[in-house]
């Protein structure tokens, strides 16, 4: 099998184990937790009576022995069914789909925006290394770090909706119009620019200090002081030689991050009224919709194996030594 096969698929098996794991710790969290669905089922309705109750919770299943509920969901796992919603009486499966879309595509816009404007400041302050430049930039980056990104995006939100009227302050799209799928396309982007901005400007100082010491580290080697020698420019030294060297620590900080920008894009999703899992998750837990919370955290960890599993394969790329081990 070629080596990057053979990569590809020690990845894929060890997958599985991962996915199981975090899906029984997430069954062992939720219900060591007070509460669950019958209580507020019960009442939603005025209150139920204690038989009431008791026949919700029976008519749920939440009076079986924990083991036998736990082997239930394990079962419907393996079926790819993720249960259903006695507080929403829908398909988990049908609830999750319909809001991981839009998630996603806020967390790779933020992410994007992360990456591209973080590496771009941090090769251009270990560029100008003691400089005013990098004095400026690593600044910039501390106070954006610093500043918590549900103000962040009600600024901006005054700032470019409110003042200037150039951005929708909130949604995913404008309702009740009918578009083409172009003008459809310009409106989503329209609408994700201010969230995907509030999400990604707390990571760019992540990545822009990460790629100014792992540039500045770059810089010391060996084959920089070759490449200046042959009379290379330092512009072409350090967005070519320096770059891509220094880009490793910064793709693998991308996949460690995936989970953090998830866990944050549930605040920028209340503040943003954007549908993705954001809302969704904080309902489920005011609820105790236990098969709605379960789902919803089995996918998120899927995203979160996927994406590590991409990155994986990205620094295989970059370092194709990594492939062979």
């Known amino acids: 099998m ?81 249960g259903w919603s006695h507080v929403q009486q829908a398909p988990v499966l049908e609830l999750v789909a319909g809001r991981v879309g839009p998630t996603l595509l806020l967390m790779l816009a933020a992410l994007a925006i992360a990456m591209a404007l973080g590496m771009l400041l941090g090769i251009l302050a270990a560029m100008r290394h003691r400089s005013w430049v990098d004095w400026l930039v690593s600044v910039a980056a501390l106070v954006v770090y610093a500043t918590p990104q549900f103000w962040l995006g009600l600024m901006l939100i005054v700032l470019f909706s409110v003042t200037l009227g150039l951005l929708p302050s909130g949604g995913m799209m404008t309702i009740a119009t009918e578009m083409t799928a172009g003008a459809r396309i310009v409106d989503v982007a329209r609408h994700l620019v201010l969230p995907a901005v509030t999400l990604g400007l707390f990571y760019v100082a992540l990545y822009t200090r990460l790629m100014r010491a792992s540039m500045l580290e770059v810089y010391t080697l060996d084959f920089i002081t070759t490449a200046r020698a042959k009379g290379l420019s330092e512009t072409r030294v350090g967005m070519v030689h320096a770059a891509r060297n220094a880009l490793l620590p910064v793709v693998t900080l991308a996949g460690v991050q995936i989970g953090h920008v998830l866990g944050g894009s549930i605040l920028v999703e209340t503040v943003f009224g954007w549908p993705g899992l954001g809302r969704l998750v904080f309902d489920a837990l005011l609820q105790r919709d236990l098969p709605l919370l379960l789902g919803i955290l089995l996918v998120s960890s899927v995203v979160v194996v996927a994406v590590n599993l991409a990155v994986d394969l990205v620094y295989g790329l970059l370092d194709p030594r990594i492939v062979h081990r």
């Open 2 to 82: 070629p080596p990057a096969l053979a990569f590809l698929a020690r990845r894929l098996l060890q997958i599985v184990p991962v996915v199981l794991a975090i899906a029984v710790l997430n069954f062992a969290l939720l219900h060591l937790a007070p509460g669950d669905a019958a209580d507020i089922v019960a009442a939603g309705s005025g209150g139920g009576s204690a038989e009431f109750t008791a026949e919700l919770r029976r008519s749920f299943g939440l009076d079986r022995p924990l083991w036998e509920q736990f082997f239930i969901y394990i079962a419907r796992l393996l079926r790819l069914d993720l």
